[in-house]
């Protein structure tokens, strides 16, 4: 029976980006079910000592710009690293996806997530504009209507939810990969998931 992925992320991460669609193969490949779950690092941070990046040392910040260079490169993906549209509020893309997750499954939630995070950081589009998720959700072959759902009280409950499972899961930054209760943070952790996920 393969193992089963919490895969907790937030759609405005650059990291995220870079780990998207290796992480797809990685879970495909092994056959493991991905639950995906968006949170609100505005409510992580605070109870796991993180800050939010303008918040930061300017030799933290400073440092980021350099790492995320230098693995756009050794991965070969094309990535701004100052976009037109960041810092940028994730919510309305997270309950989006959360929409997709609860209609269409983890597949196409997936698939949207993908979407979202080159919009920020390949294409300068802004996420928190609904026109940009419409458009978004077309470009994945989704129904329109997943927009106006993810406005419902169901999908917020479920997007507020995803963010205290996280939270109790002791996640504190994204893109984190749980498998049974083992967290695996950051894009440059995925062979460790890989590996992890190979054994019985």
Request: hydrophobic residues 50%; proline residues 6%.
């Given at each position: ?13 650059p990291?995220?980006y ?6 797809v ?42 790492e ?25 893309a ?5 929409a ?26 802004d ?47 994204s ?5 049974e ?5 950051g ?13 019985p």
């Open positions: 029976m393969p193992h089963s992925i919490d895969y907790y992320l937030a759609l405005q991460s990291w995220t870079l780990g998207h669609e290796r992480f193969r990685i879970a495909a490949a092994a056959r493991a079910p991905v639950h995906v779950r968006p949170m609100d690092l505005g409510k992580v941070f605070p109870v796991s000592g993180g800050l939010p990046l303008p918040k930061r040392a300017p030799q933290r910040q400073a440092y980021r710009l350099v995320l260079q230098r693995f756009s490169a050794w991965l070969g993906l094309p990535l701004n690293l100052q976009p037109k549209f960041f810092p940028v509020s994730a919510d309305d997270a309950r989006l996806v959360v997709v997750d609860l209609a269409d499954g983890a597949a196409a939630a997936l698939q949207l997530s993908g979407r979202v995070l080159a919009a920020v950081w390949v294409q300068e589009r996420i928190a504009s609904a026109a940009t998720l419409a458009e978004l959700l077309a470009e994945c072959g989704l129904p329109a209507e997943r927009l106006a759902a993810s406005m419902s009280a169901e999908v917020l409950a479920h997007y507020e939810r995803c963010t205290q499972q996280a939270i109790d899961a002791g996640v504190f930054g893109p984190s990969y749980v498998v209760g083992e967290i695996f943070w894009q440059d952790r995925l062979d460790f998931l890989e590996r992890r996920l190979a054994r």
